[in-house]
């Protein structure tokens, strides 16, 4: 938007974070990226009995440019992790994607030479989902914590902040191979 | 097994057909057990070859096969290597430069009438020397309601079958496939290319050298290695 | 960052925006954009052609299809099928699992009909185990139910995305209505919406619950008013007329060749149906039709659905008469699944009387259980092919068994991966819009085709 970076961190900007917040989860579009199973289940969550048009997402854009969430719905083999990144490189800024299902999230259930173990190998994902398929309902309840994260989106000199702190965590915790002991 | 090795063959069975053996009970070495069935070595025999007569509409079926041949000069004990009926079914085991006429002769001849070939599947024996690659063609007739598999077999140095695709056009796709994931080289194919895998795929990968290719499963420290590299109790 | 220079100025006599290459097949011109003067009028006698790439990912082609076009004007002159780009290698995985653990990944094969997928393998498994005269009435009865109504449920989704992808929306939104009235049913049987695991080879994985037969009996009049308002919207409505009378025209010769089955070989005029003329799971001992339409276009293959929708509704209340009390496994505990399960105090788990046997009362069942989940059974060696008639045509499983616990190779006769090899026959020649009508109409499920 332009105003947002010109705001020194205060109320005005908290103020026009939520405005924008709100804005921007009251129609959040998705992209079509459905692959596979899941993506039954994502057509079945924009029927008429899950219906997702109540929170302003009914319009899965064709067109990656004129959507703000991708939601990967199904396997991603190898073949098409390409073209997955580039739907991906496509979109505009802000967007988020969302791995629906087990098999976008980890690979699933396919250990094996032909899947992705996981689209995180090829894009960055804001919210994973397991499920086989996940049924509407957790569809649903993952996109209303994306809403959420996308409610409290900080702009401008309070997404920088973030930004560096996050980092510093990051670089400073261990990683998961590196924690031991947890199943005890 | 007898001391030399060699399996034992039962009473009444001219012939076994040995495909390959199994090593070990637990499909991966070196697992740490001690129980020695880690050892176990038992051969994979598959349904031998069948004797006339073979029992129902079978042999009326391959009598028009033979008549068939006949009528085009083809000699039958070259062109059928051997002729397994099992569970209701009956495989034809024909010889790689017999496969084009036999194709044309199932579609044309009016008492086969096979209209419908379903496709051409693969079958890596790595164990059956000079054999390993088995490419299967199951057959429909809708004219007189029956089903045919016929078998092919090329070797790994050589693995060449002539392609059908000039008979029954839709196996185009499938020979394309059985290429992608055997390595089968279909001669005279239009355009034999990889069709599931990305186009510069190195390897074939249902062959049974070919790794399955997972990744150690990680939760929270503990980890499990790839199915194909776990220990199993089968 | 300061020791990079960027220089748009270009070597004379280079033109940055529209270079061009030779081939084999000519002269290649690559556009980058910019100045239309500046490029280089073709050379006598060379055909202007467009190329143009629709999908992977595209709203309109069925998942995760590519179609290469290549188009003069708007009509298509060539058209190629990429697929490929949802194979998971389903059928080597299968071959370090156990037979039961198989039918889990069969069924996400071709994920619109799931229970077909896992119909043919069962049945393969079953021939070689040679127990196909043993698996209970019960069983089979409820193994056609369950086709039966994945048979509407797959129609009404290709009825609501061919007409999404034509334009009709209210198609979509009426059949994905419907289908939430069967997956209710499919969750109440089997446990889960899709992908239920539910055929095992002996039987079903566990019977119907109380009231089941109630709850299926009370949906069926409600699905037939409503598969009713759906096919008046677009029956003899002129514009869905429009688009589909005559696109994708492949007649009798061209399905032959193509080896063509399903709804597609119908509208040729040919009833083959292997329901029919290959019985199996007791198909014979119904009573049903096998529509047929004449004209082989997508308005054909449209008609063939709804009427088998219709077909698949007489066969389901046939199969609710049927219905009555008995097991629903194979006798022979070294090959039948011991799941019993029903809810527990904690939302999930075993039945109670199922561990009090198998931990007091007899040892046997609890070998037999330790074993069956651990190893599996055995399966004599050998090989067999067993085909269903999916709402797709005929979905072949061809099962190689190495006298193991598991499969040796696993490799379906797919009828979408068949019956895309159609796409060129039928779209060469008419109008870029007809292709993804031509498509719709053959309704192929990529899961199926790359598996």
Redesign the interface.
């Given at each position: 938007m332009g105003l947002e970076e010109k705001l020194p961190s205060g109320v005005l900007l908290t103020s026009v974070e939520k405005v924008a917040g709100y804005a921007r989860k009251g129609s959040l579009w998705p992209a079509?990226?459905?692959?596979?199973?899941c993506?039954?289940?994502m057509?079945?969550t924009?029927?008429?009995?899950y219906d997702i048009a109540r929170f302003g997402m009914e319009v899965?854009r064709?067109s990656?440019r004129q959507a703000d969430l991708m939601i990967v719905a199904?396997?991603v083999?190898?073949?098409?992790a390409p073209?997955l990144r580039q739907?991906y490189d496509q979109m505009p800024n802000p967007k988020w994607v969302l791995a629906m299902g087990v098999c976008a999230s980890s690979g699933g259930?396919?250990?094996?030479?032909?899947?992705v173990q996981g689209v995180d190998h090829v894009v960055p994902v804001d919210m994973y989902l397991p499920g086989?398929?996940p049924?509407p309902e957790m569809l649903i309840d993952a996109i209303l914590k994306i809403h959420d994260q996308i409610q409290d989106m900080k702009l401008g000199a309070n997404a920088t902040t973030e930004m560096v702190a996050s980092e510093r965590l990051a670089l400073t915790s261990p990683s998961t191979a590196e924690m031991k002991g947890l199943l005890r | 097994m007898t001391e030399s090795g060699t399996p034992v063959v039962p009473e009444g069975v001219s012939e076994l057909d040995v495909?390959?053996v199994?090593r070990g009970s637990f499909?991966v070495s070196g697992s740490g057990d001690t129980s020695g069935f880690g050892g176990l070595v038992s051969p994979?025999?598959?349904?031998a070859p069948t004797e006339r007569p073979y029992g129902g509409w079978f042999d009326e079926l391959a009598d028009e096969i033979e008549l068939a041949l006949a009528d085009r000069n083809l000699p039958v004990s070259s062109v059928i290597d051997k002729v397994v009926v099992?569970?209701?079914?009956i495989?034809f085991f024909v010889l790689a430069e017999y496969i084009v006429d036999f194709a044309r002769m199932l579609r044309d001849e009016p008492g086969l009438r096979f209209?419908?070939?379903?496709?051409v599947?693969?079958?890596?024996y790595p164990e059956d020397k000079g054999r390993e690659l088995h490419a299967?063609y199951?057959f429909?007739s809708?004219t007189h309601?029956r089903?045919l598999?016929v078998e092919v077999t090329a070797a790994d140095a050589n693995p060449h079958i002539p392609s059908i695709v000039g008979i029954?056009?839709?196996?185009?796709?499938?020979e394309r496939?059985t290429w992608d994931f055997f390595g089968i080289v279909f001669d005279d194919h239009p355009s034999l290319t990889?069709?599931?895998?990305?186009d510069d795929w190195a390897g074939h990968?249902?062959r049974k050298d070919y790794p399955?290719?997972g990744i150690p499963v990680e939760y929270k420290g503990a980890t499990i290695p790839a199915?194909?590299n776990r220990r199993?109790?089968? | 960052m300061s020791d990079v220079t960027y220089s748009s100025a270009a070597d004379p006599g280079e033109d940055v925006y529209a270079d061009s290459y030779e081939t084999v097949d000519g002269t290649i011109y690559n556009l980058a954009g910019g100045d239309w003067d500046s490029i280089a009028a073709a050379p006598e006698g060379e055909k202007e052609r467009i190329v143009v790439n629709m999908g992977?990912?595209?709203?309109s082609t069925h998942?995760?299809l590519r179609l290469v076009l290549e188009l003069d004007g708007e009509t298509v002159v060539d058209a190629r099928c990429g697929?490929?780009?949802?194979?998971?290698?389903?059928?080597?995985?299968m071959e370090?699992?156990?037979w039961v653990q198989g039918v889990?990944?069969v069924t996400?094969m071709d994920?619109?009909t799931p229970f077909f997928n896992e119909a043919a393998y069962v049945l393969a498994v079953e021939?070689?185990l040679?127990i196909t005269q043993d698996i209970p009435e019960r069983a089979n009865v409820i193994r056609v139910l369950m086709m039966e109504l994945n048979r509407i449920s797959s129609h009404l989704?290709a009825l609501a995305?061919g007409g999404m992808e034509l334009g009709a929306l209210t198609a979509?939104?009426f059949g994905?209505?419907e289908?939430?009235l069967l997956?209710d049913l499919f969750e109440m049987v089997t446990g889960l919406?899709?992908?239920s695991a539910f055929f095992r080879p002996g039987g079903v994985a566990q019977d119907l619950p109380t009231d089941g037969e109630k709850a299926i009996r009370d949906t069926l009049p409600l699905l037939r008013k409503r598969m009713k308002d759906t096919a008046d919207l677009l029956i003899d409505n002129a514009i869905w007329m429009g688009r589909t009378v005559d696109v994708g025209y492949l007649d009798l010769q061209g399905c032959?060749?193509?080896?063509?089955?399903g709804p597609v070989l119908r509208s040729a005029g040919?009833p083959?149906d292997l329901r029919k003329?290959?019985p199996y799971c007791g198909y014979e001992t119904y009573e049903f039709d096998v529509p047929t339409q004449t004209s082989c276009d997508a308005y054909g293959r449209f008609l063939i659905r709804i009427a088998e929708m219709h077909e698949s509704l007489k066969i389901v209340e046939q199969c609710l008469d049927r219905l009555t009390p008995g097991p629903v496994m194979v006798e022979d505990k070294k090959i039948a699944w011991p799941a019993q399960l029903s809810i527990g105090s904690d939302g999930q788990g075993n039945s109670t009387e199922h561990i009090k046997h198998i931990m007091s009362e007899s040892m046997e069942s609890l070998i037999h259980h330790f074993k069956l989940v651990?190893?599996?059974f055995t399966v004599p060696?050998?090989?067999?092919?067993v085909?269903v008639e999916s709402p797709r045509g005929?979905l072949?499983a061809?099962v190689?068994s190495?006298?193991?616990?598991?499969p040796?190779?696993v490799?379906f006769?797919d009828p979408s991966?068949?019956n895309?090899?159609a796409t060129a026959a039928m779209s060469e020649g008419s109008m870029v819009a007809d292709v993804i009508a031509a498509v719709a109409s053959i309704d192929p499920v990529?899961?199926g085709v790359?598996?």
């Open positions: 079509t990226f459905g692959l596979a199973c993506a039954i289940e057509m079945a924009g029927g008429p009995r899965f064709a990656p199904g396997r083999s190898q073949k098409m073209v739907i259930m396919f250990n094996n030479y032909a899947v086989c398929p049924r | 495909v390959g199994r499909q994979i025999v598959m349904p099992d569970r209701d079914e495989t209209e419908m070939c379903l496709g599947n693969g079958v890596h299967v199951p429909l809708i309601n089903r598999r029954y056009p839709s196996n185009d796709w499938h496939e990889r069709i599931e895998m990305p990968p249902q399955l290719g199915p194909d199993a109790y089968n | 992977p990912q595209h709203p998942g995760v697929i490929g780009y949802l194979h998971t290698g389903i059928e080597k995985n370090y699992r156990t889990t990944f996400r994920y619109l021939k070689l040679g989704v995305t979509m939104t994905f209505r289908r939430e997956l919406r899709m992908n032959m060749a193509l080896g063509m089955t040919l083959h003329s290959q651990t190893e599996g060696a050998g090989q067999a092919y085909a005929e072949g061809h190689v190495s006298g193991g616990t598991r040796y190779r490799h006769r991966f068949n895309l090899q990529m899961g790359d598996r």
